[in-house]
């Protein structure tokens, strides 16, 4: 019989709903804006769900990177995004974000088709 800590030894956490800051909220909308306004929506969502396992991981690189990263652009809201992504619910809202804006945006094209 295996040892009692076994049994939990590989044992997640269950994935919660996650309440972004402001910030972090603002950073996502504009990046899941710039991903549906690019059209690559697809491919986004296949990259996410494809690497949700690794979130924790890909937020530390993300850390990792950030002084190479300060020289480009705003470091607050790449800190910001970094510290959501290690969130084990962040990437279910990303998906969600992204596809709420998906349908607004063809929404609208339907509309103005009409």
């Not at 969502?45 to 690497?51: F, H, I, T, V, Y």
């Not at 990177?65 to 962040?90: K, L, T």
Request: with cysteine.
């Amino acid at each position: 019989m295996p040892p009692h800590w076994f049994k939990h030894a590989f044992a997640l956490d269950p994935t919660e709903a996650v309440v972004p800051s402001d910030v972090q909220r603002a950073v996502v909308d504009r990046m899941a804006l710039e991903i549906v306004r690019r059209r690559l929506t697809t491919p986004a969502l296949l990259a996410l769900e494809a690497c949700s396992p690794l979130n924790f991981i890909s937020a530390q690189a993300l850390h990792y990177f950030q002084p190479m990263i300060s020289s480009f652009g705003d470091v607050h809201a790449y800190d910001e995004f970094a510290r959501f992504i290690e969130q084990r619910g962040s990437v279910d809202y990303i998906r969600e974000r992204i596809e709420s804006l998906e349908r607004e945006c063809e929404a609208k094209e339907q509309s103005r088709g009409k």
